[in-house]
């Protein structure tokens, strides 16, 4: 029998295989879309149907946490693969309750054909992984949150053009001309703010599709060490600068990225935590100060907060955010396809959907 594929980082993976996924959204998201303009918008419309790899089957989404744009993605991707998402909340199931996560997969892996999970401590979703009979794939634990960081990808591929002119922008034509992804050059990309799992899941990517990472974060706040140990056994490490300075860190950037200083359940931490990130707010004065690149971009995988970012940054032209959120559900869709539907996340795509 074959063996049961799962993704928990995009460590877990190639450069070339993480590419391949980014084009497989791209691929995805312009097939799909045509079907959900309102009807009459398509003139003579070349309509093709996006894979259905998912007909007839029920992906379980097992959420111990609150979640907007990755339940939504899932939810709504599920439907355009031909299958069904089930959300399985805290309340909803004995998971965690009367029952352990090895009983729990055994039993949601007899009647769903994949499973979704985010969850607390990674080591939660390590233990669904080791028992489940059906692909399982981290929406987010503690460590890691690699569908983030594809849909980070797609966006930055998609808006090459902002940082290389000579870059095609991409476009759906009346005769559903699927243009390829375009090329996106090595970028300096500074993350300013607390490692947390989204950040892990960029060490471990970025720098192997030949970016170059610059980090700031108060001294008390660290990678984790089994992170930077990923990280070094990468090579990722040597594209790597980390400081205390966020002006430092955000020196020749081109795009600009931060997250929550306050992750969910870190609630009682919330007075120390907003002392100990005061100054690391990003501003148009602070990049202007650090010299970041004149035409730098900002990007956050949301929900935000004021004291992270400001409005005018947030909600300016340097925004890359709302973009950012829309691809959460086209690289879901194509992580669903490949690993769900197909059970070839590190595999070759055969076909373009």
């Known amino acids: 029998m074959a063996v049961v594929p799962h993704l928990m980082t995009l460590a877990d993976l190639t450069a070339p295989q993480i590419s391949r996924i980014i084009a497989h959204s791209h691929v995805l998201k312009k097939v799909s879309s045509p079907w959900l303009a309102p009807q009459g918008f398509n003139k003579k ?3 093709r149907m996006p894979s259905q790899s998912l007909f007839n089957k029920s992906i379980a989404l097992i959420f111990s946490k609150r979640s907007t744009r990755t339940r939504l993605s899932a939810e709504t991707a599920s439907a355009l693969l031909g299958g069904r998402a089930l959300f399985l909340g805290r309340e909803d199931i004995q998971l965690g309750v009367n ?4 009983d729990t997969a055994r039993v949601i892996g007899g009647m769903c054909q994949g499973i979704f999970a985010r969850v607390g401590d990674h080591e939660e979703i390590e233990e669904l992984a080791k028992y489940s009979p059906v692909p399982v794939l981290n929406a987010l634990s503690s460590l890691w949150h690699p569908t983030q960081i594809l849909a980070d990808l797609l966006t930055l591929h998609e808006h090459a053009h902002l940082f290389d002119p000579s870059a095609e922008v991409p476009q759906l034509t009346d005769k559903l001309k699927l243009v390829d992804l375009p090329n996106l050059r090595p970028l300096t990309i500074a993350y300013v703010g607390d490692p947390a799992n989204v950040l892990n899941d960029m060490l471990v990517t970025f720098p192997r599709l030949g970016h170059k990472m610059r980090i700031a974060s108060p001294p008390a706040y660290q990678c984790a060490p ?3 140990e990923r990280v070094k056994e990468l090579g990722c490490d040597k594209d790597i600068w980390w400081g205390s300075d966020p002006r430092e860190a955000v020196h020749g950037a081109d795009v ?3 997250d929550t200083w306050i992750s969910m359940g870190q609630e009682t931490e919330k007075a ?3 002392k100990d990130f005061q100054g690391y707010q990003i501003t148009e004065a602070l990049c202007r100060e650090g010299g970041a690149n004149p035409d730098w971009k900002f990007m956050h995988c949301l929900p ?4 992270e970012v400001d409005d005018e940054v947030f909600y300016g032209p340097r925004s890359l955010v709302f973009p950012e959120a829309d691809n959460r559900k086209w690289t879901i ?4 396809d490949l690993l769900f539907g197909k059970w070839n996340i590190k595999g070759e795509i055969k076909a373009a959907a």
């Open 304 to 307: 935000r907060k004021a004291n």
């Open 45 to 47: 419309p070349r309509l």
């Open 256 to 258: 600009v990225i931060t």
């Open 333 to 336: 869709m194509a992580a669903f």
């Open 226 to 228: 089994p992170v930077w």
């Open 272 to 274: 120390q935590r907003l």
């Open 99 to 102: 029952e352990s996560p090895r």
